[in-house]
């Protein structure tokens, strides 16, 4: 946290529990003791001027069932929400109604879209499953696998949403069975200034 105030940083995600493997399920006094670590977490980071956002992978011991809990049972003035639209649609959530339930909790995006929307228990518990050396894409750049972003960005413009965005891309081939440079767009704009320039 320091050392982002020292560069100027004003924004901070961060995956709020290690893998779900080897560590879930989580009971509920589990999820309130991350809650409440969070908690802290954003009361340094909002005292010194950075905005921490939960960012949650699809492989965490914060999974689908308790989500949610773990978001609402943050102060929303200190803990935000960094939505990766990737991340979100396989670990089971709908993109859409997800970000209108938290639009005002969400303070940057990670736009990645994904063929992979809605995994089974038995691969999202799985030891990890993003860098198994199967040769599977879980991301894919924005709008190149679904069409979850068009809706994402008809929701963005209805909230006239001004968090701060992040793309991904890569040159990795379908059949390579490992990343190869991946290249990472860092778009320091707010969302509402992408849609206008695409109208």
């Known amino acids: 946290m320091d050392t982002i105030v020292k560069f100027g940083g004003t924004y901070m ?3 709020p529990t290690q893998n779900y493997f080897g560590t879930g399920p989580l009971s509920r ?6 809650a409440k670590v969070m908690n802290e977490i954003g009361l340094y980071a909002t005292d ?12 965490c011991a914060i999974n689908l069932p308790n989500h949610r809990e773990l978001i609402e049972s943050t102060d929303p003035k200190l803990v935000h929400y960094c939505i990766d639209t990737a991340q979100i649609a396989i670990l089971g959530e709908d993109l859409l109604t997800f970000y209108e339930d938290y639009h005002d909790r969400i303070s940057t995006f990670h736009l990645k879209d994904t063929a992979s929307a ?14 198994a050396d199967d040769g599977h894409r879980w991301f894919w750049e924005p709008a190149r696998a679904s069409s979850i972003l068009r809706g994402c960005t008809a ?10 965005c992040r793309s991904n891309t890569t040159d990795r ?27």
């Open 13 to 15: 995600n961060t995956c």
């Open 29 to 34: 006094e589990e999820v309130q003791n991350c």
């Open 48 to 59: 010194h001027g950075v905005k921490i956002g939960l960012h949650n992978e699809f492989f």
């Open 118 to 131: 809605g995994q089974p228990d038995s691969v999202r518990y799985a030891q990890d499953p993003e860098i």
């Open 155 to 164: 929701c963005s413009r209805s909230t006239r949403s001004k968090a701060g």
């Open 173 to 199: 081939p379908i059949s390579s069975p490992r990343w190869r440079s991946p290249g990472i767009i860092s778009i320091r704009i707010c969302a509402r200034s992408t849609i206008d320039r695409k109208e």
